[in-house]
C-alpha cells in the first residue's frame, strides 16, 4: 500500500508519497472551483494498480470561512439571548479606531431564533421544551430554505436533553445540525456558540468535499483527515465536526518538524512556514503546543488546535509606499494571479521578485525548471518604482526583503520572548516554498545559533501529515476549587471521558499500535477571566504557578486556584513511514552537486556565489557561504558569514553565525 500525504494550497495541491521503500513528490495545479478534482487527479498518477494509506490536510473548512462561502445557516438557542453570538465580548481590537464598523455577521438576524426552555446553572431543567415550539422554528427554517443549523442552550454543557431533543428533531427534517454540548461540552456561551455556529456552516461543504473524494477511492483505500491539533480523524468524524480541520495545512508542519527533530536530537524549536502569502510559526519545547484560544475570521476557536501565529508576509506579499512615504510590505498578496512581477502578469513588487533581483532566486530552477520567471521585467518594474519612489533599486529591493524579515521577527518573539523563552536556545526550523530564502536573515536577527531546512521543505506540510496520530480531545466545565486534595476527585472525574476516548477510538477504524491518554486542566486564581492549560498530576497546583509566573512574570502563592475545565487527549499511536538516510560522501560536495555561479547581492555588494543542486548533496558535506541551493520545491541562500553541511538524513544543518 501506497502512503500518500496531501495538502492542498491555493496554487498548487502537494502530494508526498513512500513507494517502493522510496519517498516521491508530486505538484497538480489546485481546482479551487472542485479542490476534490486536483486530490484525486493526483492520486490516480500515483497509485497505479496499488492502494493507497490517504492522509489530507484540506482548506475547504478555512476557506468557507473567510470567504463567507458556508451553507444557509441558523442559529438557535434560548429566546432572548438569539443575539449572544453578535454581541461577543467587550474587548475591541481597534479600540481608538473612531470610524470602526462591525462586518457583517456569517448568522443574519433573521436566522437567529429562540425557543421558550430554560436549564439553570445546576443542570436543572427550569422550563421544558414544547414539540409545537419546535414545530413553529422547522417551519421557520423550511421557508427561509436554511440548510444547516446550530444549537447551542445555556448551560447545555450539565445537561444537554434540550438540545438533544432539538437535534433529533431537526436531523429528521433533512437539516444538517450541530449541537454544541458535542463540540464544546464548556462554560461561556459565546465562545461556545460560535464554534457550534462554524462548525455549522461549514458541514455541507465539507461533507460533500470529503464524499466526493471517497466516492471515487477504491474499496482497498484508506483515508484520514489531519485536525487543526495536528492529530487524525476518520473522513465520518471530520463530516460530522469540520471545525476541527480549519488550520489542518498548517498543523501538518508542525507535526512533521516534532518528529524529524526529535529523530536527530532537537526537541527545542522555533517552526517557520513561509508560503506565497502568508508565514506561519509555532514554538516546540519537547512537545507540540496546543491552544484553546485560537480565531479565524474574527470567530474564537475554542477546539483545540496547535499553537500557531500567522502573519501576513510570504513571497507573494506586496510592497507599496504608504501616505507617510514610508515602504510597507503586505498584507496585500499577489497571489497566483496576477502573481508576482516575475510570473508575467502582475504589475506590483513582490517579496518573490526582491529576491529575484538580487540573484537569490535561481530562474532556471524554479520549480525544477518546469515553470518559468521573467528577470528581466523584474528589473524594469525596479527600475520603474526605484524612480518613482526615489530609492535606489538595489535598496529598494534588499528594502523590501528586510521589512519583510522584520515582520517575521516580531511574530517569532511574539511566541518565544513574550512567553518567556529564549531564541538564543533553540533551533528554527524552516520549511514552505519561500521559507529558505529568509531563515538564517531572519535567525540573525533573532541571534537564533541554528537553521534547520528539512528535504523537500516546499511540501513538507503534507510530509508531516503522514507522520500524524489520531488524536481526539475531550473536555468537561467542573469548576472546583484547586489544591492537591482534590487529586482522587478529578481523577474520578476523568473516567467518563477515558471511556467515552477508547470508544470512539475504535470506531474511527485506522489501525493504532497503542492508546495514550493524556490529562490536562483549565487553572486560573480565583477572580480571573481566563484559565491556563497544566498537565494534571499530583504537583498540578506548581505546575500552574510556575506557568504563570513564566507567562506573566508574578505568581500568588496565597491566592485559591480554581479548576474550570478538565481535558483528555486521546492519542492512537499510529505505524510511521520510515525515514531513509543519504549516501555519505566527503566533506567537500562532488562536482556534478555544483552547477555553476551567480551574482548575488549581499547588504548592496556583489557576490560571485556558487549554486548547488540539492538532491546531489552527500551527508558529510559542508558548504561555507555566500551559497544558494536550488531544489524542486524550494531554494535555500545561505549569506556570507554562515556554513551549512549535510546530516544523515539529508537535512541542512546551518550554523548562522561562524
Not at 222 to 251: D, H, M, N
Not at 403 to 408: D, F, L, P, S, V
Request: proline share 4%; hydrophobic share 35%; glycine share 8%.
Amino acid at each position: 500500500m501506497i502512503k500518500v500525504g496531501v495538502d492542498t494550497g491555493g496554487t498548487f495541491t502537494d502530494f508526498v508519497f513512500y513507494k517502493e521503500g522510496k519517498w516521491n513528490i508530486l505538484k497538480v495545479l489546485s481546482t479551487p472551483h472542485n479542490p476534490a478534482e486536483a486530490v484525486l487527479e493526483g492520486i490516480s498518477r500515483i497509485r497505479g494498480e496499488e492502494s493507497c494509506d490517504i492522509t489530507h490536510g484540506s482548506t475547504v473548512a478555512t476557506n468557507a470561512v473567510l470567504e463567507r462561502k458556508g451553507a444557509k445557516t441558523a442559529f438557535i438557542t434560548n429566546r432572548g439571548f438569539e443575539n449572544l453570538i453578535h454581541i461577543g465580548r467587550q474587548s475591541r481590537k481597534r479600540l481608538y479606531d473612531l470610524f470602526y464598523k462591525r462586518g457583517e455577521h456569517i448568522i443574519p438576524e433573521n436566522l437567529r431564533l429562540g425557543i421558550e426552555c430554560r436549564i439553570n446553572a445546576k443542570g436543572e431543567i427550569v422550563q421544558d421544551i414544547t414539540d409545537a415550539d419546535i414545530d413553529r422554528i422547522i417551519k421557520i427554517l423550511k421557508d427561509k430554505n436554511v440548510e444547516s443549523v446550530a444549537v447551542s442552550f445555556l448551560f447545555s454543557f450539565l445537561n444537554p436533553e434540550h438540545e438533544k431533543v432539538v437535534k433529533k428533531r431537526l436531523s429528521d427534517e433533512g437539516f444538517y445540525v450541530s449541537a454544541s454540548h458535542e463540540i464544546v461540552p464548556e462554560f461561556r456561551e459565546y465562545e461556545r456558540s460560535i464554534t457550534t455556529v462554524i462548525n455549522s456552516y461549514v458541514m455541507p461543504k465539507m461533507s460533500e468535499y470529503l464524499s466526493d473524494i471517497q466516492s471515487n477511492l477504491l474499496e482497498k483505500d484508506s483515508f484520514r483527515i489531519i485536525q487543526s491539533s495536528g492529530g487524525v480523524i476518520s473522513p465520518e468524524t471530520a463530516k460530522r465536526e469540520p471545525v476541527r480541520t480549519v488550520l489542518s495545512g498548517p498543523a501538518g508542519g508542525v507535526v512533521g518538524a516534532f518528529y524529524i527533530g526529535r529523530m536527530i536530537g532537537k526537541d527545542k524549536l522555533i517552526t517557520f512556514d513561509m508560503g506565497g502569502t502568508s508565514t506561519d510559526v509555532s514554538l516546540i519545547d519537547g512537545k507540540i503546543p496546543f491552544t484553546t484560544e485560537a480565531e479565524i475570521s474574527d470567530f474564537p476557536i475554542k477546539v483545540p488546535m496547535i499553537e500557531i501565529h500567522t502573519v501576513g508576509a510570504g513571497g507573494g506579499s506586496i510592497a507599496y509606499m504608504d501616505e507617510g512615504g514610508a515602504l510597507r510590505v503586505g498584507p496585500e498578496s499577489a497571489g497566483a494571479d496576477p502573481g508576482p512581477v516575475c510570473y508575467g502578469k502582475g504589475e506590483k513588487l513582490t517579496v518573490t521578485d526582491a529576491n529575484l533581483y538580487l540573484g537569490r532566486l535561481i530562474p532556471e530552477f524554479f520549480l525544477g525548471g518546469n515553470m518559468k520567471i521573467d528577470k528581466n521585467r523584474v528589473k524594469d518594474f525596479f527600475n520603474y518604482y526605484s524612480n518613482r519612489w526615489k530609492i535606489d533599486s538595489r535598496k529598494l529591493a534588499e528594502g523590501i526583503i528586510s521589512i519583510a524579515n522584520t515582520k517575521m521577527e516580531r511574530a517569532v518573539k511574539k511566541i518565544s520572548i513574550e512567553r518567556g523563552y529564549d531564541p538564543r536556545k533553540l533551533s528554527l526550523f524552516t520549511y514552505g516554498g519561500a521559507g529558505g530564502m529568509h531563515a538564517v536573515f531572519l535567525a540573525r536577527m533573532l541571534e537564533i545559533p541554528e537553521v534547520i531546512v528539512p528535504k523537500n521543505p516546499g511540501i513538507f506540510s503534507a510530509f508531516g501529515m503522514l507522520l500524524s496520530d489520531i488524536i481526539k480531545d475531550y473536555s468537561l466545565t467542573v469548576m472546583l476549587r484547586g489544591d492537591n486534595s482534590e487529586y482522587k476527585h478529578i481523577q474520578k472525574l476523568f473516567f467518563v471521558l477515558e471511556e467515552k476516548a477508547i470508544s470512539d477510538m475504535k470506531n474511527e477504524k485506522i489501525s493504532i499500535k497503542e492508546i495514550k491518554l493524556e490529562h490536562y486542566l483549565d487553572v486560573r486564581y480565583q477572580g480571573q477571566s481566563f484559565e491556563l492549560v497544566v498537565p494534571f498530576d499530583r504537583n498540578f497546583v506548581e505546575h500552574f504557578h510556575r506557568l504563570h509566573e513564566k507567562n506573566y512574570g508574578y505568581r500568588i502563592e496565597d491566592r485559591e486556584i480554581e479548576i474550570v475545565n478538565i481535558r483528555l487527549r486521546a492519542v492512537g499511536v499510529t505505524e510511521k513511514p520510515e525515514i531513509e538516510k543519504i549516501e555519505e560522501g566527503k566533506n567537500t560536495p562532488s562536482k556534478d552537486a555544483l552547477i555553476g555561479k551567480k551574482k548575488v547581492i549581499f547588504d548592496g555588494k556583489d557576490y560571485d556565489t556558487p549554486v548547488f543542486i540539492r538532491e546531489k548533496l552527500l551527508a558529510g558535506n559542508t558548504i561555507k557561504g555566500p551559497a544558494v541551493i536550488v531544489e524542486y520545491s524550494s531554494t535555500t541562500v545561505i549569506p556570507p558569514g554562515s556554513h551549512l553541511h549535510i546530516d544523515i538524513y539529508g537535512n541542512m544543518i546551518i550554523d548562522t553565525f561562524v
